[in-house]
């Protein structure tokens, strides 16, 4: 069982940036893949970014390339997305969530956290 709690939503202006953590509880944190999905009003969850159990491999949907980075600390256990050049449409809850394997789909991952508010103003 692993439980994640996300932090560091917040508002910000379009052009700016947020470093969203996601912490984890349980001593197998290592050995799961961990994705951040994100969900928009009236939209789907979707994919956002994705890293392996060592953080050598990494995904990320093409809409963020170039201005998101996922990146994971082991020894603390957390998981981490810094979003630069955030843009309006950028606005939505986001997930963390752990799996075990890097895919896009969210039926993929096992766990999820509650969510944090990420709202980008024009």
């Known amino acids: 069982q692993v439980q994640l709690v996300e932090s560091g939503g917040g508002l910000v202006q379009a052009g700016g940036s947020l470093r969203l953590s996601c912490a984890a509880s349980g001593r197998t944190f290592n050995s799961y893949v961990m994705g951040w999905f994100r969900q928009a009003p009236g939209k789907e969850r979707e994919f956002v970014a994705g890293i392996n159990w060592s953080g050598v491999s990494t995904d990320y949907a093409d809409s963020v390339k170039g201005r998101f980075t996922i990146s994971r600390d082991n020894a603390k256990n957390t998981v981490y997305l810094q979003m630069n050049s955030l843009k309006p449409e950028d606005t939505a809850v986001y997930y963390c969530?752990?799996?075990?394997?890097?895919?896009?789909?969210?039926?993929?991952?096992?766990?999820w956290g509650q969510g944090t508010q990420v709202t980008v103003s024009s």
């Open positions: 969530a752990a799996g075990s394997r890097l895919r896009v789909a969210p039926y993929e991952y096992y766990y």
